[in-house]
C-alpha cells in the first residue's frame, strides 16, 4: 500500500477499507466523547474509572498513530499540519501529555481539548464540503449583512437606551449594557431579564422584534439558495451525459 492509499483509507475513500475505517474512526471518537461525560459523574466506581483511563490511552494511540501517518505520508507535509484538519489532528492527541506527566495540574486541562475530535466527524462529509462550497458561493452577501446587523445592533441599543434609561437607570444604565438587550431582542429569544416599561420602548421593542425576525431568516434564505445552486451545479454534469452518449450509439 502506498502514501496516497494510506491517506485514501484514513479520509474514508479507499474503495475496499475506506468506509470500514472511517466508520472504526467516528466510532472512537462519539466513544471519547461519551467518556468524557461520564468522567464527570461524582463517585463513579474504581474500576468505571480505570476502564475509562484504558479506553482514553487507546483512543489516544490511535490518533496518535493516524496524525504520524498524515504526516509522513502527505505529499505536502508542512502544508498540512498547518491546515485546519492538521490542527484538529494534532489538538486531538496533545492530551497525551497529560497521561504523560499526570503530576502536571495544568497539563490536565489539556483534557478538555479531546472535544476537538469531535470535529473530526466531519472530515470525510460530503455534505460539509457542499456546505462550504455555498458560504464561499455567498460570503460577500453574507459579510454584507453582518455589518448591516452590526449597524443595526448598535442603532437599536442606542434607541432603548434614549427611551429607558430614565425609567430604569439601573437596567439600562449606559448603551453598551444595552446591547444585550438588543442582541436578546434580535435573535428573538427575550431573555426577560431587561425590557422595556414606557410606552416608546414597548413600541421601540415590537419594532426591533421584527425586524429579528426577518435578520435571523435573511442569512438561512441566502444559504439555502447557495447549497441549492451547488447541488444543481454538481448534478447537471451527470444529466448532460447521458443525452450524449445515447447519441453517440445512435450514430
Not at 495544568?106 to 462550497?133: E, G, H, M, N, W
Request: glycine share 6%.
Amino acid at each position: 500500500m502506498n502514501r496516497q492509499e494510506i491517506i485514501d483509507l484514513l479520509d474514508g475513500h479507499h474503495p475496499k477499507w475506506g468506509q470500514a475505517v472511517a466508520l472504526s474512526l467516528n466510532a472512537l471518537i462519539l466513544l471519547s466523547a461519551i467518556a468524557i461525560a461520564i468522567e464527570t459523574v461524582q463517585g463513579i466506581p474504581l474500576w468505571l474509572d480505570k476502564s475509562l483511563i484504558a479506553v482514553e490511552i487507546f483512543i489516544l494511540a490511535v490518533f496518535v498513530i493516524e496524525y504520524i501517518l498524515r504526516v509522513t505520508c502527505n505529499a505536502h507535509p508542512v502544508r498540512y499540519i498547518f491546515s485546519f484538519w492538521g490542527i484538529v489532528d494534532l489538538l486531538s492527541c496533545l492530551p497525551a501529555i497529560a497521561l504523560l506527566q499526570p503530576k502536571w495540574q495544568v497539563v490536565r486541562t489539556l483534557r478538555l481539548i479531546r472535544l476537538v475530535r469531535l470535529l473530526k466527524l466531519f472530515r470525510s462529509s460530503i455534505a460539509l464540503d457542499r456546505l462550504s462550497a455555498a458560504l464561499s458561493l455567498v460570503k460577500g452577501e453574507l459579510i454584507i449583512f453582518g455589518i448591516l446587523s452590526g449597524l443595526m445592533l448598535y442603532v437599536s441599543a442606542v434607541g432603548i437606551y434614549l427611551f429607558e434609561h430614565t425609567a430604569q437607570p439601573e437596567a439600562f444604565s449606559s448603551i453598551p449594557e444595552s446591547l444585550w438587550w438588543a442582541v436578546a431582542s434580535f435573535t428573538t429569544v427575550g431573555y426577560g431579564d431587561l425590557y422595556p416599561i414606557t410606552m416608546g420602548g414597548r413600541i421601540f421593542t415590537s419594532i426591533v422584534l421584527f425586524i429579528g425576525l426577518g435578520i435571523v431568516a435573511v442569512p438561512s434564505a441566502i444559504i439555502t439558495a447557495a447549497l441549492l445552486e451547488t447541488q444543481t451545479t454538481i448534478r447537471l454534469p451527470n444529466k448532460t451525459k447521458k443525452p450524449n452518449t445515447s447519441s453517440n450509439k445512435g450514430e
